[in-house]
Nanobody
């Protein structure tokens, strides 16, 4: 199975920036989407930024409306790593961020993903 190992995140003040990285290993050829979800306490996971395509996660990008223009998702194909650069952070961006990968039809739907990282906490203070 695909294994996802996340790094980055942490704490920052409003307006600051953070970076998250997710290194994938295993049969990543079995996935067509890879990216980031976040979860607030007591809430379901929501898609933040996803790379996806017909056969590999490189051709299209999904961003949640709340992060457009502030977050950038990118992929290093050689390292099989997906990164999320988060800028102009606000307290409402705080939460647990999860890397996800899978073969999906709707990249923004968490239930369609078969592989998940352990999660990284992001805290933005005002």
């Amino acid at each position: 199975s695909v294994k996802l190992v996340e790094s980055g995140g942490g704490s920052v003040q409003t307006g600051g920036s953070l970076n998250l990285s997710c290194a994938a290993s295993g049969p990543t050829y079995s996935t067509n989407a890879m990216g980031w979800f976040r979860q607030y306490p007591g809430k379901e996971r929501e898609a933040v930024a996803i790379l996806y395509g017909d056969s590999e996660p490189t051709t299209s990008t999904y961003y949640a409306d709340s992060v457009k223009g502030r977050f950038t998702v990118s992929r290093d194909n050689a390292k099989d790593t997906v990164s999320l650069l988060m800028t102009s952070l606000a307290p409402e961006d705080s939460g647990m961020y999860y890397c996800a990968a899978g073969w999906v039809e709707r990249p923004w739907v968490a239930d369609e993903y078969g592989y998940w990282g352990q999660g990284r906490q992001v805290t933005v203070s005002s």
